[in-house]
């Protein structure tokens, strides 16, 4: 019981130690036995006055005590009280010794609490000597990329000022060899009239894009030159904007008034945006069906008028007739190589690879034609959302890899460009949504089966079924001895479509889109002598989507 009690205190005793509060209640360290001395001065009194004659005559209480007995109670009483100091000393002693028990344990705290102090100093003082570290590299580097700029400055507008005459001299020559090519080119077209099919031949488009890429590569290093040697990118694009509106009203008023003022402006004032995407293509791709395009569209700007679509091992293009923009194009190619650029650098971070994955570019018309909306999307990486309001912050970059750290400039042009031209940018992350999709297939006896494709993200991974007692798998398969005709979607969610499975053509891939051009599901079909099979296999779309949206011209005249 002792014990118990014993390790109670001491508990209580840690406690109010780890507390922050001192110990300080010590019993005396030593025990007078007060009860025994006085007991025994008042039985040596008694013994003395009993035999002492002389006492007795005056004590009368004294002789009262006296008998012969006296001496054994004396003695019986000493005996006891003696036995109760000495019970009295020992839970003193034992009281002593758990009181330096507790000291004992006490400084062992303290000792340990310390070490631990000490090790924690130690531990921030490390992390304090860190931290200074990372300060003082991020301002020296941030010291260094200033000064990186403002000597890139200093040269851009060095060669600005020497170079205007050697651009001069070198546009002016290519301008007329792209004339003269762009002549040679009509006088074919013209000559191969009677072919049904009226193209031009590769080697023809061929010599008129080259000296076409090289006048707009010079334009392109101008238009950076011009940028790059202006305090403040969004309003010197404005101001560029503004002298090109001024030229396009004109041209508009005249053309009421049927005047031919074409003489007295520089260049035109508006461009197409699909001729703009096409040439930022051209930098980052050497797709034959892009440069092609190009070449035509330099003949005849007729190429615009109609929508047009491509997909190669990089781009999923789709552009739409839009509206004509003011100003310089290679502005716009500015910003869609940026954002291009930053988009393939995403898509390499995927957490998987699908055949499908693509960057997507979409070109097309706002609702009410006023603006045009181009956005940009890849399969990468969601963007933290602490990180979306920072990323069009000069020098703030999430390209980060232990070979790569972006300096953070690609998205700050970006955005400086498109508030010169009054626009507007959002970023969005993109998920991949469960969703049913219906798909209706003709077999050769006449029959229609109807197919509801059901997938689901719920694992981080697409898997497909069709049918709800079925369990999802990665691919979704469908047999038939009959073989199929065709097969077909009317779903509202997703791009229609019809495929004819041909004799001569059974085996067939391609990919369903929805709303957005996004490819959410792959479809193949393939055909043996005794059965036709189509499997479907659903796509993981999680990324990232720029959006832009910039008013045309059209837009600006009507106000």
């Given at each position: 019981m002792g014990e118990m009690i014993e390790d109670k205190n001491l508990e209580?005793?840690?406690r109010v130690f780890e507390s922050g509060q001192t110990y300080v209640n010590l019993p005396p360290f030593f025990y007078a036995?007060?009860?025994?001395?006085?007991?025994s001065l008042i039985a040596i009194f008694l013994l003395v006055g009993v035999n002492d004659a002389t006492l007795l005559e005056h004590y009368s209480i004294l002789e009262a005590l006296n008998s012969p007995t006296l001496s054994y109670k004396i003695i019986f009483v000493l005996g006891i009280l003696y036995l109760l100091d000495i019970?009295?000393?020992?839970?003193?002693?034992?009281?002593?010794k758990r009181q330096f028990e507790q000291l004992n344990y006490q400084l062992e705290l303290a000792w340990k609490q310390k070490a631990k102090q000490q090790a924690?100093?130690?531990?921030?003082?490390?992390?304090?000597?860190?931290?200074?570290?990372?300060?003082?590299?991020?301002?020296?580097?941030?010291?260094?990329?200033?000064?990186?700029?403002?000597?890139f400055k200093g040269i851009a507008s060095e060669v600005r000022h020497n170079g205007v005459i050697s651009y001069d001299k070198v546009t002016t020559a290519l301008k007329k060899a792209v004339e003269q090519q762009r002549f040679l080119s009509i006088y074919e077209q013209e000559e191969q009239s009677s072919n049904e099919e009226g193209k031009l031949s590769n080697q023809t488009l061929n010599a008129l894009a080259q000296y076409q890429n090289a006048l707009d590569a010079m334009e392109y290093l101008w238009a950076?030159?011009?940028?790059?040697?202006a305090d403040n990118m969004a309003l010197h694009i404005g101001n560029q904007l503004i002298e090109r509106e001024e030229h396009y009203f004109q041209l508009?008023?005249?053309?009421?008034?049927?005047?031919?003022?074409?003489?007295s402006i520089p260049a035109s004032p508006t461009f197409h945006p699909q001729l703009s995407l096409l040439l930022t293509l051209s930098l980052l791709s050497n797709d034959q069906e892009i440069r092609n395009l190009i070449a035509l569209s330099r003949i005849n700007h007729q190429v615009f008028e109609e929508a047009f679509d491509f997909s190669n091992e990089q781009f999923s293009v789709y552009a739409q007739a839009t509206g004509e923009l003011l100003g310089n194009h290679n502005h716009i190619i500015l910003l869609l190589e940026n954002l291009i650029k930053n988009a393939q650098f995403f898509s390499s971070k995927a957490p998987f690879k699908q055949s499908s994955d693509r960057v997507v570019i979409c070109l097309e018309n706002s609702t009410d034609a006023d603006y045009i909306n181009c956005s940009v999307y890849n399969r990468g990486p969601h963007i933290n959302e602490d990180d979306l309001d920072k990323i069009f912050e000069l020098g703030y970059s999430t390209r980060r890899n232990q070979k790569h750290h972006g300096k953070g400039l690609g998205l700050f042009f970006s955005k400086q460009i498109i508030d010169g031209y009054q626009g507007k940018v959002e970023v969005e992350n993109v998920d991949s949504v469960s969703s049913q999709i219906e798909l209706k297939i003709q077999l050769a006896s006449g029959e229609i089966k109807k197919l509801a494709i059901e997938s689901d993200f719920s694992e981080n991974r697409p898997r497909a079924r069709l049918d709800a007692n079925l369990p999802f798998e990665t691919e979704a398969s469908y047999q038939s001895?009959?073989?199929f005709v065709s097969i077909s979607n009317k779903d509202n969610n997703s791009s229609a479509f019809e495929r004819h499975i041909r004799e001569e053509n059974p085996n067939q891939e391609w990919l369903i889109f929805n709303e957005s051009h996004l490819p959410i599901l792959r479809v193949v079909v393939k055909t043996t002598k005794r059965h036709s099979t189509l499997k479907i296999k659903p796509l993981d779309i999680k990324g990232v989507r720029f959006q832009i949206n910039i008013p045309t011209a059209a837009s600006l005249l009507e106000e």
């Open positions: 209580s005793d840690s036995p007060w009860l025994s001395i006085i007991a019970q009295l000393f020992q839970r003193n002693k034992r009281k002593i924690r100093a130690n531990t921030f003082s490390g992390q304090t000597d860190k931290l200074k570290g990372f300060i003082s590299d991020k301002l020296l580097e941030f010291i260094e990329y200033d000064e990186k700029f403002v000597h950076l030159l011009d940028l790059s040697t508009q008023l005249d053309a009421e008034k049927q005047m031919d003022i074409t003489q001895d009959i073989p």
